[in-house]
């Protein structure tokens, strides 16, 4: 018997046993937007995660009514667990620093349930990434005197 089948038999799982072995989660920020009026609402939102198993820290941000946790954890059971255990509406995060955002200005992408300094993240939010495209007819007149068409407008 050779070194390598002596590690092989070491190292060996039962097919049966393979199952039990979990993944590792990985470190993630969860945020979660929750309309919170007091601070027993913070109070509440913020003991609904803290005692969820692989919670490293949960910060609560009544201003922004915003909830962070972080920690080894799966977003989508953090955000059950919220609505479960506080009975309030909650959804993932949907905005982004204003500085982040490549065109603020398209159509559609302010909220005025943004809070300040906020803009809503047209790259995860449908509804609104629906709202900020450009119509045909927008894309058409801007780029007919672009650089970047062969075909443009040789005038400019």
């Not at 080894?72 to 255990?85: A, E, S, T």
Request: with cysteine.
């Amino acid at each position: 018997m050779g070194i390598l089948d002596y590690v092989a038999d070491v190292f060996y799982v039962p097919r049966s046993d393979r199952r039990k072995l979990k993944k590792r989660k990985q470190l993630q920020t969860v945020e979660i937007k929750v309309k919170m009026d007091c601070e027993g609402c913070e109070r509440r939102v913020r003991k609904s995660v803290e005692s969820m198993k692989g919670v490293s820290s949960a910060e609560v941000d009544p201003k922004h009514s915003k909830l962070t946790v972080i920690g080894y954890v799966d977003p989508g059971k953090v955000l059950r667990r919220v609505r479960h255990r506080t009975g309030k509406a909650c959804d993932f995060w949907p905005y982004v620093p204003y500085d982040l955002v490549d065109h603020p200005y398209a159509p559609g992408a302010y909220d005025k349930k943004a809070p300040r300094g906020f803009v809503r993240n047209v790259l995860q939010d449908p509804q609104a990434s629906t709202l900020a495209r450009a119509s045909s007819a927008e894309v058409r007149y801007t780029t007919a005197f672009s650089d970047d068409n062969p075909n443009s407008c040789v005038v400019m």
